[in-house]
């Protein structure tokens, strides 16, 4: 017997899914990966996911949500919850893939870590139910967690696992979690934040900007958000790297269109401008009281960031194609810039 389960790092699927193979039950563990995650195992990471799956001996796989996922952020059909996070129908979406896998693997049935009215959007009785039907999982969904305060499932009518061994967990409280995962010995989950950065409202604020300026961003657009000070001035976007790791990254992520700002006579942090449509010719001086178009924005800001106090900095603006020009750019407080911050 073979059966699915989801995995997204955390304490209760870490606990769902060795309840289920401590029954005997070959248990396949799965990561729904985007980067709207802070640990997402596609960018090279070792995520908590991979390590609850090596430290309970579990075959792991990785499932990119794909772009098309965008669209059910962008509009779903329950509406968000307390940021721009759609958790009704992200689950639903993930347990459709799911069931893809389990039908494709050969798989009897699906596993997730939900626990009844943890979560106020999704995981009260009734959303619990919808989701089910929408997915097309009703009957094949096991909720070890909470599964003694639901209706029997098929595999537990069918015997395949013992419902007695199951659990009746409801509310927002993990002792009996945090006591289980002490009896079996679990060290590696993450903590109960999930680490969804659509329920964080920094990041929900620079993802509704997104959507705004950009009708078909990607996940590569999305994915730089989690980088640095994002700025919209004009309609154009200004990123400045908060450290090393960070300027290097937003330079790796420079597209044609692009410039890329450092400073020259001190040092300091980058910053990247998005998709620009006009040329380097066109920057100014920046020695003027206001910013005459995003260019010279740009270069003030990071002017702002370089480490010095004198009143003028040399900062070097490059283009894709390798065009560089240099400019005398006036240093101004950071705090002037806080009002174009998003």
């Known amino acids: 017997m073979k059966a699915i389960g989801l995995l997204s790092g955390g ?27 802070q640990c997402d195992p596609d960018t090279g990471n ?58 494709k693997t050969g798989a009897s049935f699906l596993i997730t870590g939900e626990v009844l009215n943890q979560r106020p959007m ?34 537990e009518k069918n015997g395949w696992i013992d419902r007695e061994k199951l659990f009746a967990i409801d509310g927002r409280s993990r002792r009996v979690q945090i006591d289980l995962a002490k009896k079996y010995g679990l060290k590696s989950f993450a903590s109960p934040a999930g680490g969804c ?14 959507f705004r300026h950009m009708a078909d961003a990607g996940f ?29 990254e937003l330079r790796a992520r420079a597209k044609p269109g692009d410039l890329v700002f450092d400073p020259v006579s001190e040092k300091g942090a980058l910053v990247l401008l998005q998709q620009n449509k ?19 924005f740009a270069a003030a800001l990071t002017a702002a960031y370089a480490d010095g106090d004198s009143e003028f900095v040399t900062v070097s603006a490059h283009e894709k194609n390798g065009a560089t020009r240099e400019l005398r750019v006036q240093r101004r407080a950071r705090d002037e810039f806080k009002f174009w911050k998003l």
Do not use: W
């Open 122 to 155: 999704s995981q009260h009785r009734r959303a619990m139910d919808m989701i089910e039907r929408e997915a097309g999982v009703a009957g094949l969904l096991v909720r070890p967690l909470s599964a003694k305060l639901l209706p029997p499932s098929e595999p």
């Open 220 to 248: 590569d657009d999305i994915a730089i958000l989690k980088t640095g000070r994002h700025y919209r001035f004009n309609g154009d976007k200004a990123i400045c790297g908060k450290d090393r790791a960070e300027c290097r």
């Open 46 to 103: 070792d995520c908590h996911a991979s390590r609850v799956a090596r430290e309970l001996g579990l075959e792991f796989v990785k499932i990119p949500k794909g772009e098309v996922f965008i669209d059910v952020v962008r509009h779903p059909k329950h509406g968000y919850g307390s940021a721009i996070n759609p958790c009704i129908d992200c689950h639903t979406f993930m347990l459709k893939l799911a069931k893809e896998y389990m039908e």
């Open 278 to 296: 006009r040329g380097i010719a066109e920057l100014g001086n920046c020695e003027i009281g206001k910013f005459p178009n995003s260019f010279d």
């Open 197 to 210: 950065l659509l329920t964080d409202r920094a990041f929900a604020s620079r993802l509704r900007d997104l």
């Open 11 to 37: 304490l209760d699927s870490a606990l769902a899914l060795k309840i289920i193979r401590d029954m005997g039950v070959e248990v396949v563990a799965v990561k729904f990966t985007s980067p709207l995650f």
